[in-house]
Structure formats: C-alpha cells, structure tokens
C-alpha cells in the first residue's frame, strides 16, 4: 500500500501561468521523489503601472512517500 504526501510549492514567471506551472513542476521534481500529480490551488498577478510584472501559482504537489 502506498502512501502519498501534498506540499504546496509556489512558483513564479514573468512570461505566463504556463510558464511558472512548468517551473514549480521541475523544480519539485528535482526535490522530491516520485511525483504523481499536482494541481492549481491559486494564481496571481504582480501588476506595475497597468503591465503585468509577474505571474504566481500556488501548487499542491502529491509525491510518495517511501517504505
């Protein structure tokens, strides 16, 4: 019987929601073992003088825990 884990990552990127979604996905994966999914818990934009200057996503990543 597995057992599952969520951690909630934030990641950020100037270029888009894809692009910071792609990010904290990577950068979890480089983290953490076997990571099965993830999914969006909330995005947002930094915003300076009408011009978006960020993208954020947090994430819930679900990795396994090992025996």
């Known amino acids: 019987m597995a ?3 969520v951690t909630e990552i934030i990641s950020a990127s100037k270029k888009s929601f ?3 979604i792609e ?3 990577k950068r979890s994966c ?4 076997d ?3 993830a999914w ?3 995005q947002k934009v930094d915003i300076d003088k009408g011009q978006i200057t960020e993208y954020r996503v947090t994430l819930l990543v679900t990795f ?3 025996d």
């Open 3 to 5: 057992v599952a884990r």
């Open 30 to 33: 480089k983290t953490l073992d």
């Open 18 to 20: 894809e692009d910071a």
């Open 23 to 25: 990010k904290g996905i």
């Open 35 to 37: 990571v099965k999914s």
């Open 64 to 66: 396994i825990l090992r």
């Open 40 to 42: 969006i818990k909330d």
